[in-house]
């Protein structure tokens, strides 16, 4: 820290599931590695799973943890959204919001004797973070590990129900397929059991915040933050992309012997033969659109590796089509346990990545250079992808526009144009350009003193 500056309290409560989780987490390490505390406030089984924070860093890195409510239909131990199928996600935001009054608490207690924080990091789920902060006079900044050029596409949503549908529609024009509007608009502008729609959540936290503040940064993203400042009306500031360490340090498995023997096969492949599929935790994909996924990659004829995830009440090999173990064994491998992602995308035999999208999984892909074939499914996965694709690092799997289908030549196709066809040569090239950007740790790490030196400065006398 510079000599004039003071040590920072940041209280940061991400969203609960672990793509908001673990990248917040990083970045309360990159802020106590600069000295400043960090309260970081989660729910106790959400944070038994995270991985340790570094002992050198652990004095300024309190972890709170705030029991979740127990709600009718939501399973016990019911934490974070992987835990929770697709069609219980309202039961969870419902239990979530049960978590106000014990964070309030918890803000009363960090705010006496005078020591309140300097900032409340509410992510965008987080209506009642801000209002808690803002009675108690802390700042808050709203923060969204998502891509800025993303956000700064859409308008400012409106608080009402109402609105909120013509304002989906609006930003999402002609350029995204019907079946994905149509998810868009449910997911977003229904108000369903917690009775406040995911719209409403943001546009309530972004109105009572001061800044947004991304996982991201103006090298990746030229021009979207001044356009995001724009629309939002709010400044909008970068803390970096986190890229995770390429020796996976960042995960947490517990299945060593399974996870050694998935680096000994990646070993045994040939250098940039091996396409990596992986669709997340999340992915409410049927049981018939797996077979097909199974069925492309069977077509395509390159080798692979699957991380899948079996949907509820089917188990793994009930997804897989006849025979395909036995055609494809000596080119690719079907895990359904937790693999090493970080740790397999940096590996050798890897060549390209076939991803929902995520935009944590596109930073991850980027940062050793992976073209990308890209599957999206929920949330701001569709947008990422037609921004990649614009940036013509990877291509999508054709899709059905009504109801988001597809099928084994599409996803064949896709594969082939990435790391088989000449067009192929291109995407590799261009995720290369990207990845000197994404993978550049010493920018990454000044990205964030900026960032803190944003917060110091914004608290001082002539801010308020």
Not at 198 to 210: D, E, G, H, V, Y
Not at 368 to 387: C, S
């Amino acid at each position: 820290m510079e000599a004039n500056s003071r040590p920072l309290h940041i209280v940061i409560f991400p969203w609960l599931a672990f793509g908001h989780l673990l990248p917040c987490l990083d970045l309360a390490q990159r802020l106590a590695a600069r000295d400043h505390r960090v309260s970081f406030v989660s729910t106790p089984r959400n944070l038994a799973r995270l991985p340790p924070v570094h002992p050198a860093l652990a004095r300024l890195v309190d972890l709170v943890a705030l029991p979740l409510p127990r709600v009718d239909g939501l399973a016990e131990g019911a934490e974070a959204t992987s835990d929770v199928p697709f069609d219980k996600f309202e039961l969870h935001r419902k239990a979530f919001d049960g978590l106000a009054a014990p964070f309030s608490e918890f803000l009363d207690a960090a705010c006496a004797d005078g020591k309140r924080p300097d900032w409340v990091f509410p992510d965008f789920m987080h209506h009642w973070v801000v209002a808690a902060a803002q009675e108690r006079g802390v700042s808050c900044a709203m923060i969204l590990p998502c891509s800025a050029a993303v956000l700064a596409s859409s308008a400012q949503p409106p608080e009402s129900i109402a609105d909120q549908r013509e304002a989906i529609a609006r930003s999402m024009g002609t350029a995204a397929p019907s079946f994905e509007a149509e998810r868009t608009t449910e997911e977003f502008a229904t108000a369903g059991a917690s009775r406040v729609s995911i719209m409403t959540r943001f546009s309530l936290t972004l109105k009572w915040s001061k800044l947004l503040v991304m996982r991201s940064c103006p090298e990746l993203e030229p021009g979207a933050f001044t356009i995001l400042t724009r629309v939002y009306g709010k400044p909008a500031v970068p803390f970096g992309l986190l890229p995770p360490r390429p020796d996976g340090a960042r995960g947490a498995s517990k299945n060593c012997e399974e996870e050694d023997a998935i680096m000994r096969w990646l070993d045994a492949q040939p250098a940039k033969s091996v396409v990596y599929v992986a669709l997340g935790s999340e992915a409410p994909m049927s049981a018939d659109l797996l077979r097909e996924l199974a069925h492309g990659l069977d077509l395509a004829g390159t080798g692979f590796l699957w991380a899948l995830r079996k949907p509820g009440g089917v188990d793994g090999e009930g997804v897989l089509p006849y025979g395909f173990v036995d055609r494809t064994g000596g080119r690719g491998l079907v895990t359904t346990r937790w693999v090493p992602q970080v740790s397999i995308l940096a590996h050798a035999a890897v060549c390209a990545f076939l991803t929902h999208c995520g935009w944590g999984s596109v930073i991850e892909g980027l940062q050793f250079g992976h073209p990308l074939i890209m599957l999206p499914i929920i949330g701001d996965q569709g947008p990422n992808t037609r921004n990649l694709e614009g940036r013509k690092v990877g291509v999508a799997v054709p899709r059905n526009d009504k109801d988001g289908s597809f099928d084994r030549g599409g996803v064949a196709r896709a594969i082939r144009a990435v790391v088989v066809d000449e067009d192929g040569k291109t995407f590799a090239a261009n995720a290369r350009k990207l990845q000197e950007i994404v993978a550049d740790r010493e920018r990454d790490e000044s990205c964030t003193d900026g960032f803190i030196q944003h917060l110091t400065s914004w608290n001082e006398p002539k801010h308020n």
